[in-house]
């Protein structure tokens, strides 16, 4: 477990709320098929920051990378998880969704 520090919660949070609108269908293949019909995201609550299951380590570089549980509108968190690297310069890149 490691919490996500404050400066980078709003790009994340940005990147997750994409990917649960369904904006980013290259990464829904997990989510399309969770379970017998599919799962259906949520807003990710404020829980994902310091989750037990929150992953974040940074580089000497500083770019940083982890993993982060997913909410659903049945599990709070799912088998869903999202990985994730930041640039140096605070940009989010969502690599992943898939089950854990």
Do not use: C, K
Not at 5 to 13: E, F, G, I, S
């Amino acid at each position: 477990m490691a919490e996500i520090p404050a400066r980078h919660r709003p790009a994340l949070r940005a990147a997750l709320d994409d990917v649960a609108a369904r904006m980013r269908p290259d990464l829904l293949t997990w989510v399309r098929q969770y379970g017998e019909s599919g799962a259906q995201l949520v807003v990710q609550p404020e829980d994902i920051w310091a989750h037990r299951w929150t992953d974040y380590a940074e580089r000497p570089d500083g770019t940083a990378y982890g993993s982060i549980p997913i909410w659903t509108i049945t599990e709070s968190p799912s088998d869903l998880s999202a990985e994730f690297e930041i640039a140096a310069d605070g940009r989010v890149e969502l690599t992943n969704v898939h089950v854990l």
